[in-house]
């Protein structure tokens, strides 16, 4: 299936019974969420990407509010990332991606609301007008992503899911990936020391080398060019970039 984002005019793709169908964004993080998981579980899938910009009217059917992702299972449409993940995770748990344990559980769910609040911080920099000091935004990060740091110290563990990536790792990717895009915002890189975030730098080398992530992945050239358009709020090819 042709992976080209579809806008106005085009017509909805039909589905194939029986294979899960999930409604994207090739550059959209959230998407990314679903991808990754869907990837890191092998499941027989096709991906619809969709024009966020300038939406297919019939998409609209899929998800009212014209977002993504959404996954269609064939007998039900299920929206948000993380409801959809934890959807796979629970539906198809081969390999899965929560502890086992409910405590373990928890403290995972737990872990992923906290990304929230880094993703805040991550947008307030690259798309905000806040006037801050790279020193300033640096520090916000650090205290963002310490909790990161201290959870993979207090594990000893590779990844946050242990030896493997685990839902934790694949729902806080996205933006380690991104991450380029703040320093070419700002013009240098975040003054942040090598002391620090010791084990969230080697967490991301070792993700780079994870199958999921590189089934997913798009380059840092690849981020700015629509993180340009953004800023400066002009129309730019998906398909292209």
Known sequence: MSTAHLGPGSQQPPKVDGKLRLYSMEFCPYAQRARLVLAA?????????????????????VHPEGKVPAL???SEVIIESLVISDYLDEKYPNPILYPKDPAAKKEDQELIKKIESLTSVFYKLLLGKEDQSPEEWAKAFVAELDVFEKVLASRG???LGGD???MVDYMLWPWSERKGVLSLKLGQKLPIGEGQLTLVRKWHEDMLQDAAVKATYNDLEKHWKLTQSRLNNTSVDYDKI
């Open 41 to 61: 579980k092998n499941l027989p899938h096709d991906i619809v990407n969709i024009n966020l910009k300038t939406k297919p009217e019939w998409y609209f059917k």
């Open 72 to 74: 269609d299972t064939g």
């Open 157 to 159: 563990t590779k990844f």
């Open 164 to 166: 493997k990536p685990g």
